[in-house]
């Protein structure tokens, strides 16, 4: 029988351009993925972490609202993304941005092989992804295993890569109902998958889609330097500084890929500042403290 294992991540992407971690000389070859938002990992045929994969998460209509998107660098192929996932590419000086919405993706090479698929997540990620299922004792949809995006899956990234890691939010915070009794614990704040492709290869973005089925669509990055890629799931709330609010009100999304009869907890800081009426505290003090906590929809499975 299969087992699974899911992570669920509420994470900030750092903003700065970064090489691949643990590479001391950081080549076209090597790629550095930050997940950021409602993110959740799906990993088949746990524990050996083969076929494992981020699902992006469709916000709500209305009450949940947010923008899934694929960050990249501006140095890629912007007609061949455009026509890969049939949406609208906008770029700056330094990135591109597109919705994602129906289409899968991961990193490879020009030729349109997939990178390494030998993913260890590290301490940092068993030590911060807390463990869900002794939570909701719930399982995933079968929508997770599809080749294509659909429902309430806005997207899939295919974890392809060498590491998988974590950096720790600064404040405690705990489950809310805590039906497993973990008590205060650290969340994970950011989550990074890095790798290599083939020696003497460029690291790409390839992308599958309804327009590009079965083949995966190579995005060719024209720099000499490590690819660096995001995926973002913002709110659509705006703090003062313009930036978009993360708020753990959004972990309640994730009940649309979990089928359980579980009270479906919320994540409450260990100062009381929660956002989130199910919190203690929580409907008096609502602060962008908490608001910007990543950690909040953070698990792992099993």
């Given at each position: ?5 899911i992570?669920l991540?509420f ?5 700065s ?11 076209a ?11 959740m ?38 007609a ?28 490879g090479?020009?030729?349109r ?7 260890m997540?590290?301490?940092?990620f068993?030590?911060w ?56 614990r ?12 083939a020696?003497?290869?460029a690291?790409?973005i ?5 327009k590009?089925?079965?083949l ?6 024209t ?15 705006l703090q ?13 999304l994730?009940?649309k ?11 409450c800081?260990?100062?009381g ?8 505290g ?6 962008v ?14």
């Open positions: 029988m299969k087992r699974y294992a992570a991540f994470i900030v992407l750092l903003t351009e970064v090489t691949a971690e643990g590479q001391p000389n950081p080549s070859a090597d790629f550095h993925v930050d997940f950021d938002g409602i993110i990992h799906f990993f088949h045929d746990y524990p050996l972490f083969t076929n494992a994969r981020a699902i992006i998460i469709e916000g709500n209509a209305m009450t949940l609202r947010h923008n899934p998107t694929l960050i990249t660098p501006v140095a890629i192929d912007v061949a993304l455009r026509d890969a996932t049939g949406q609208p590419v906008f770029c700056d000086k330094e990135h591109c941005r597109v919705k994602i919405y129906g289409y899968d993706i991961r990193i090479t020009e030729d092989e997939p990178a390494p698929s030998s993913l997540p590290d301490s940092s068993v030590d992804v807390p463990n869900m299922q002794r939570v909701t004792k719930g399982q995933i949809i079968g929508a997770a295993t599809d080749d294509l995006p659909s429902g309430p899956i806005a997207g899939y990234f295919e974890l392809l890569g060498v590491r998988l890691s974590a950096t720790k939010f600064d404040i405690k915070a705990s489950f809310y109902p805590d039906t497993a009794n973990e008590g205060e650290y969340f994970a704040d950011r989550v990074t998958l890095v790798g290599t492709v020696a003497g290869s690291a790409c390839q992308i599958r889609s309804a590009t089925w079965p995966w669509q190579v995005i060719k990055h720099s000499a330097e490590p690819l660096n890629v995001a995926v973002l799931n913002h709110g659509t709330r003062s500084n313009g930036e978009p609010i993360h708020s753990n009100r959004h972990f309640v994730n009940k890929l979990i089928m359980t009869t579980a009270e479906f907890p919320h994540v800081p260990s100062d500042n929660g956002d989130d009426d199910a919190c203690p929580g409907a008096a003090k609502r602060l403290k908490l608001e910007a906590m990543a950690g909040c929809a953070n698990s792992q499975w099993p």
